[in-house]
């Protein structure tokens, strides 16, 4: 399917998607929702896959030019068999985003048990061996990211805690990446609008000169289930509690047939991004819960989106 320029801000690559199942060099059920860094002269795809089973693990996709990948032979993190962790890893582990900060990558994680959806915290350096950290928040929250940067003396991070079922960003505070606190309500869903329903963080917060961006997943509800899209805010780079703008409009929406048609209908949905030198941004995202997809656009783009279609939060 070719899409007109214009209809979404991203543009998805022609080749989408980057990996699907037949990419895939074990058995399994599908694979979506990878979170990417650069290291060194790769690109590297950390992936959700879904197992024949019905759980989730992580596999490793390595990329000279962060188009075509190729998987590795087996799985780089599966749930915890033993410890703590695998109790509530029980479900499966789910949506990594990873961060690198004090000269390490650090992913974070859902947890998936039969308590409910917990966020974990895992420090690779290769993305091929991870040494867990801990569970780093109670049953009910999902969709950590953590900023690249402290911020205040402190780590800092995004997430979903699932108050009265009304899925909103929450900022929080640590110390030692492990204990939370000062929790801020940041971004809410907007009646009317395509976010009504849930908002959720997506990609690691980037730092700009007009704030933090953060491109984050609203949903809609309608009577076939909710859309999933991209959309971004801006956030003040010494207080993030502080919403400069939040974007009106999707930055990117379901509408091609690999979006539109899957496990999970109508889903686009980002762990992460690539800032190039040139200042184009690769995201990263899943396409219909079914293959990983990538679209690119100009972060000044994205930047003056969010600024001119700005509603406050
Ligand atoms: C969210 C997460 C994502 C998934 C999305 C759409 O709640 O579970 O992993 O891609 O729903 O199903």
Not at 58 to 71: K, N, P
Not at 150 to 168: C, E, T, V
Not at 174 to 196: C, F, M, V
Not at 204 to 228: A, C, Q, V
Request: aromatic share 10%; charged share 20%; with cysteine.
């Amino acid at each position: 399917m070719k899409l007109k320029s214009g209809r979404d801000l991203f543009h998805r690559w022609e080749g989408n998607p980057v990996l699907a199942l037949e990419d895939m060099p074990f058995r399994c059920n599908t694979v979506f929702n990878g979170t990417p860094v650069k290291l060194g002269n790769e690109y590297l795809l950390l992936l959700r896959v879904e197992g024949q089973q019905g759980y989730s693990f992580f596999a490793l996709a390595r990329s000279r030019d962060g188009l075509h990948f190729e998987v590795h032979p087996e799985p780089v993190l599966l749930p915890a068999q033993e410890g703590l962790a695998a109790e509530y890893e029980r479900g499966g582990i789910e949506d990594p985003r990873a961060t690198f900060i004090d000269g390490a990558y650090y992913v974070m994680y859902t947890a998936v048990s039969g308590t409910g959806y917990r966020i974990a915290l895992a420090r690779t350096q290769d993305f091929l061996s991870f040494e867990r950290i801990a569970a780093i928040s109670e049953p009910g929250n999902k969709d950590g990211v953590l900023f690249p940067e402290k911020i205040g003396g402190l780590y800092a991070r995004l997430d979903r805690p699932f108050g009265r079922g009304i899925g909103s960003i929450w900022l929080s505070y640590s110390r030692d990446l492990i204990h939370w606190g000062n929790a801020k309500l940041l971004l809410t869903p907007r009646p009317g609008y395509w976010d009504e329903f849930r908002v959720g963080a997506s990609v690691p917060p980037i730092r700009t000169k007009h704030g933090w961006l953060e491109i984050y997943h609203g949903t809609k509800m309608t009577s076939s289930g909710p859309i999933y899209r991209a959309g971004s805010a801006l956030l003040d780079l010494d207080d993030p509690s502080k919403v400069i703008a939040r974007c009106t409009v999707p930055l990117l929406s379901p509408r091609t047939g690999y979006e539109r048609v899957g496990d999970v209908g109508n889903v686009v949905f980002a762990c992460g991004a690539i800032v190039e030198p040139d200042n184009s941004v690769k995201l990263y995202y899943g396409a219909a819960d079914t293959c990983v997809c990538v679209a690119t656009a100009s972060l000044e783009d994205i930047i003056e989106c969010t600024l001119n279609n700005h509603r406050p939060a």
